[in-house]
């Protein structure tokens, strides 16, 4: 996560949970990648 992201969510007075990947139950997601092809590897297939 970028640290100006971190600053911003910390002033919000919130913690985030950084996982390596999605587990079951998750509700929102945040992924930060800089290239799509590395996207499309990180999410599950959307049957698209």
Known sequence: MPASVASEIAKAGLAPHLLRRPLPGLEM????????????????????
């Open 29 to 48: 997601v945040h992924v930060f990648v800089t290239d799509r092809s590395e996207l499309a590897s990180e999410l599950p297939c959307s049957g698209r």
